[in-house]
Structure formats: structure tokens, C-alpha cells
């Protein structure tokens, strides 16, 4: 009697079906779930917005910008009682726009400040 090699094949690859299906149910590093966005030294959220170069960047959850071509937008235009705080040297952020600054949630005040929320962040 001869001896295939089909049985051996069919248990390897089952093993090694049953390894991957092993390995995708391993949980996620920490952090890995929550990825900002980085634009400078600043750390944005998924679903965050920014206007970037003209158009609007909108922070995806794993830390990738993604931009919307087909609408421009402008750096905003506030009135004169409201100032925007600094994002860098090309960037200002509307007030009540929310950023990770410096590992703390802050918010930009209607006076052009960052305010801090007190709560951690990366």
C-alpha cells in the first residue's frame, strides 16, 4: 500500500487555517484603537476636521488624514470680538474647536486661548 501525501497536506493546511483564525482573534494593542491624527506638534481625534492646504482633512481612526477634494475650504474668518487660537504658523482654530495639545485635551477659548480640559490624551 502507498502512501499519498494529501492527508498530511489537508491537516497542515488546517493547522495552519486554524493558527490565523487564532491570531485575528488576539486582542489590539493598547492605543492601537484610538490613533489621533497629528498635524504639528497638535493631536487630533477621528472625525475631527481641519482645513489643510484648502481643503477639509477629516482624522480617520487609524491616525490617517483623509481630504475631501471636491469642496475648498478657507482658514475661517472670525469677527472682531472672536480670535482663533494658533496652530501653527499657517493654521488657527475656530473657538470651541477641541485639540490633544501637549498630551491634554484643550479647548480654544473665544478669547484665542487654549484652554485646558484636564483630561489626558495622545
Do not use: Y
Not at 16 to 27: C, N, Q, T
Not at 79 to 94: E, F, V
Not at 100 to 109: A, K, Q, V
Request: glycine share 10%.
Amino acid at each position: 500500500m502507498q502512501r499519498t501525501g494529501r492527508p498530511h497536506r489537508s491537516v497542515s493546511a488546517w493547522l495552519i487555517g486554524l493558527v490565523l483564525l487564532a491570531l485575528a482573534a488576539l486582542p489590539r494593542p493598547a492605543g492601537a484603537a484610538d490613533t489621533a491624527c497629528r498635524e504639528g506638534n497638535q493631536a487630533f481625534q477621528p472625525g475631527q476636521t481641519l482645513c489643510l492646504n484648502g481643503f477639509t482633512n477629516t482624522c480617520q481612526p487609524n491616525g490617517a488624514w483623509i481630504s475631501d477634494r471636491q469642496w475648498p475650504c478657507m482658514a475661517p474668518v472670525f469677527p472682531t470680538d472672536a480670535k482663533s487660537c494658533t496652530i501653527n504658523a499657517n493654521q488657527t482654530a475656530a473657538p470651541g474647536t477641541r485639540a490633544c495639545i501637549d498630551g491634554r485635551r484643550r479647548e480654544c477659548s473665544e478669547h484665542g486661548t487654549w484652554i485646558s480640559l484636564g483630561v489626558p490624551c495622545n
